[in-house]
């Protein structure tokens, strides 16, 4: 073994290599029992820029369950992919060249995204390896690419043929800043401040001798949507205001008249209870315009803009034309009143940029009416932890719209449609052509089977990039068209269903979602067996890392500071589901362990013959026994909490264990017996265990065990080898437990005393069940008499003070606490049934705290041992 400190910028760097020179995660599809695979359906990272803290700690995460796995005789599949298709890209693209994709044709500008995204996506493979994340290189791909886009396409043909797509000409979420179609998953609330304004609208038909008013008051906080309003609401319960409806209200500034109507949508608790209705401002609206089969006036365009509808405000801004319209409302009298508030904006998430509702034509995936099918799904899988399905269920509980699954991009995978130039008759390309893009590609038929016309118009819309990234499962394996059975097939059945879904709960209404809607689609089957739900990263103020505020950890900060491996300690660090802040310390203790890993080892090799030592078990002494027995039950424990993905558990307690029980403990203690003479028996003991442990850190710290492994025990890799199990020997665990918890008491009176560790003691009681290990402990502690007893040991509990609640104290007694603090000093003070009286007052029980120690009443010393008492003579 190699003398001196762990280096592991040496070793890490090393071993990453070796493992992807060596393919040593290799998947072997064709030489696997399709019932020992183990699948990971792992997220392909969104290449919008450079991998962040967040991916490391999932990826880890997922790394320990394919390592653990892999251990236990599973053949692992373990992709990677790149999610290089869609918006992300798109405007990383725009910003890295300083370019629009408005300003290039869709196939030049598809080249610049590959260009840029290549680039990146070497990036992303090199971190991860240099993580020493167990990935199969082998199985990569890009959502972006030929193989994958033939596949979005062939789902998309599949679910069009089952009548589960439509193209409308409807309401549709919108970006401005990105100017295209969004849906519903893709959008979060934000708090952000407005202004409500008290607008003045006029009644139409108002009558004095009907007693009618000549106004009334909206309040809103988008006066730029004045000119889009197409009708006013009142509450059916609202009696006062009853009387408007089946009036007309004149818009002021703008002059159109609009019904004032009732409906039950309309929150009373709101502004002034009347409420208008534009066409559009939210979702209500769009109900409202359906359901009353109202005008259509649009104000905003695709790009913010506002429309000719505006009248003199067109071409200005929304945001301008707010600012317009609100000092012309003033100057004409209609503004009554403008106050500052704080409301919830629904905006897009990946630009922050409040979303508008435009008419469009778009394709959809019909949702609602299966979402209790959906729900069902969701139940069939194994959720970890549990709680997360509650923000599944929540999320389609509260579905409103289809999901819109085209995008006004130019990087995208196109729809495989033209339509008809004279009927609109949608043609959709056949399966062999694809993929295809229609602004490149001819139509597969000459002529309309519909009317007979001989022109097409392509499609030049893209697939929502979650339309192509919900088909990981089938991607990975191998979803085809097979023209013999004419029929979608997965080659690779063995990987389907997947076993393992692992993601954050961040995109539980985007990925997950979506994955299940798209599989179950295609294939009936629910996608997962099981499904990992991790936390996000936060900074050490535990706020959520983002660009803007500055907090972003990256990962080549953290690994030029910290070994990987204490990185992977760290994302050990909380339950899966939690939230984990990015904390130091954490990564100070994980390099800590690898040094007592990294000593123990080495103490280990300098105690035990380099070949192995055999002994029979039943051969062994008592407390080599125990130590075997106990590790025993740890490895059913750690295996336990794995299987259950619980691995911060596991961690602790396997890092607890090595550390205090074997290495402070059993370790100093066979030093002793071996270094005194030959102890087979505890050196058998300590080759065992150490291999044992090694295994057991293999998930979590897999270069250094990697290093030790190849160093002490063999050639092959340790992430190749069995994991432990239980080697059954018997032992008194509890007995155990108590004689090294005397032995630690004895070492620490020795160390107390100034005695070294092979001073002779005369005389030993012990006072707790140490069983058959007195033997042990007299010889490790070169104790000349030892002698244990069940009985109880002469100890009273002695007061050695009285701590007053001054906050009680005071206000009862005022100016005696002084004459009390005397009396306590004194030591003049009695206890009688929890009532303490002295200077001639009695304090209630909530007043003070009595402290006691135990004192042995006996001759010699006393030594506390946990469940024992010790006594030296």
Request: charged share 30%; hydrophobic share 35%.
């Amino acid at each position: 073994m190699p003398s001196g400190e762990y280096d592991p910028d040496t070793v890490e760097a090393a071993w990453q290599e070796q493992w992807v020179r060596e393919d040593t995660y290799a998947y072997d599809g064709e030489a696997v029992d399709p019932n020992t695979v183990f699948s990971i359906d792992s997220p392909p990272p969104t290449v919008s820029g450079s991998l962040h803290w967040g991916h490391v700690y999932g990826f880890t995460l997922q790394d320990f369950a394919a390592r653990f796995n892999r251990m236990r005789g599973n053949s692992v599949f373990f992709p990677f992919g790149y999610d290089d298709n869609g918006i992300a890209s798109e405007r990383l693209t725009e910003d890295e060249l300083g370019v629009r994709h408005q300003e290039y044709d869709r196939r030049e500008f598809q080249e610049m995204c590959r260009e840029v995204c290549q680039e990146y996506e070497s990036e992303f493979t090199e971190k991860m390896q240099s993580l020493g994340i167990s990935i199969d290189w082998d199985e990569t791909y890009q959502t972006i690419s030929p193989e994958v886009q033939r596949i979005s396409q062939l789902s998309f043909l599949d679910l069009y043929e089952q009548g589960r797509e439509y193209r409308q000409r409807a309401p549709t979420i919108w970006c401005p800043e990105c100017e295209t179609a969004i849906s519903q998953v893709e959008t979060e609330d934000d708090e952000q401040a407005s202004h409500f304004h008290d607008i003045a609208f006029g009644v139409v038909e108002a009558d004095d001798d009907e007693g009618l008013p000549e106004t009334f008051t909206i309040s809103t906080t988008r006066p730029e949507l004045l000119p889009a309003c197409v009708s006013v609401f009142v509450h059916p319960d609202d009696d006062e205001n009853q009387h408007l409806v089946g009036n007309h209200a004149r818009i002021p500034l703008f002059g159109q008249e609009v019904p004032i109507l009732a409906d039950d949508r309309v929150d009373m608790e709101t502004g002034s209870g009347l409420v208008m209705c534009c066409t559009f401002g939210d979702q209500t609206d769009i109900e409202w315009y359906q359901a009353h089969d109202l005008d259509l006036r649009i104000a905003i365009d695709e790009s913010g803009t506002m429309t000719e509808e505006a009248g003199e405000y067109a071409g200005l801004s929304a945001d301008e034309a707010r600012e317009s319209i609100v000092s012309d409302l003033a100057d004409a009298g209609a503004l009554l009143d403008k106050r500052a508030i704080t409301h919830t904006v629904n905006v897009h998430e990946r630009c922050g940029t409040s979303i508008e509702f435009l008419v469009a034509e778009q394709w959809y995936i019909e949702l609602l009416d299966k979402k209790e099918e959906y729900l069902e799904a969701g139940r069939q899988m194994d959720w970890y932890p549990e709680k997360m399905f509650t923000r599944y269920k929540n999320w389609i509980e509260g579905l409103q719209w289809d999901w819109s699954i085209s995008r006004q991009r130019s990087s995208g995978i196109p729809f495989p449609v033209w339509y008809c130039g004279e009927c609109d008759h949608a043609v959709m390309a056949e399966r062999d052509q694809l993929p295809v893009d229609p602004l490149q590609d001819d139509p597969p038929v000459g002529r309309c089977p519909e009317c007979g016309h001989d022109e097409f118009v392509p499609e030049d819309d893209v697939f929502d990039t979650w339309a192509t990234s919900s088909l990981t499962p089938l991607i990975n394996a191998g979803w085809e068209w097979n023209p013999e059975t004419e029929a979608m097939e997965v080659e690779r059945e063995e990987l389907y269903p997947v076993n393992l879904r692992p993601q954050g709960h961040d995109i539980i209404s985007f990925w997950l979602f979506h994955t299940v809607v798209k599989c179950y689609e295609h294939t009936g089957e629910v996608p997962f067996d099981s499904v990992m739900i991790n936390g996000m990263v936060l900074d050490e103020n535990r706020e959520k890392m983002s660009k803007s505020k500055g907090n972003i950890v990256a990962p080549d900060e953290v690994v030029e500071k910290y070994p990987v491996d204490a990185a992977r300690y760290w994302a050990a660090g909380s339950a899966i589901g939690d939230d984990l802040p990015y904390k130091e310390k954490g990564l100070r203790a994980g390099e800590k362990l690898l040094r007592k890993l990294w000593n123990a080892s080495k103490l280990v090799d300098s105690l035990t013959p380099d070949d192995e030592v055999q002994v029979a078990h039943d051969d062994l002494q008592e407390l080599d026994r125990w130590l075997l027995a106990s590790l025993d039950e740890e490895v059913a424990y750690i295996t336990e909490r794995l299987d259950a993905y619980e691995f911060s558990k596991a961690r602790d307690r396997l890092r607890s264990f090595f550390w205090h029980t074997f290495c402070d403990d059993y370790l100093e203690i066979a030093k002793q017996r071996i270094r005194e003479g030959e102890d087979e028996s505890a050196a058998y003991t300590l080759q065992v265990a150490h291999r044992r442990f090694l295994k057991l850190f293999a998930p979590f710290l897999a270069h250094i065990t990697e290093e030790l492994w190849r160093d002490m025990h063999g050639d092959g890799s340790v992430h190749r080898t069995d994991w432990p199990e239980p080697l059954g020997l018997e032992a008194d665990v509890e007995a155990g437990e108590t004689a090294l918890a005397v032995v630690s008491a004895l070492r620490r009176y020795k160390s107390d005393n100034q005695l070294s560790m092979n001073a002779t003691l005369d005389s030993v009681r012990v006072y707790g069940d140490v069983a058959g290990f007195a033997g042990d402990i007299r010889r490790v502690m070169h104790v000349e008499e030892l002698e244990t007893s069940d009985e109880e040991p002469p100890i009273e509990s002695v007061v050695t003070g009285i701590d007053l609640d001054y906050s009680l104290v005071g206000p009862e007694f005022g100016g005696k606490v002084s004459d009390i603090d005397a009396g306590l000093d004194a030591g003049e003070y009695e206890l009688v049934d929890g009532t303490l009286r002295v200077a001639g007052v009695e304090l209630d029980a909530e007043m003070f705290t009595v402290e006691e120690e135990r004192r042995y009443t006996g001759s010699g010393e006393m030594v506390e041992a946990e469940d024992a008492v010790v006594i030296v003579q």
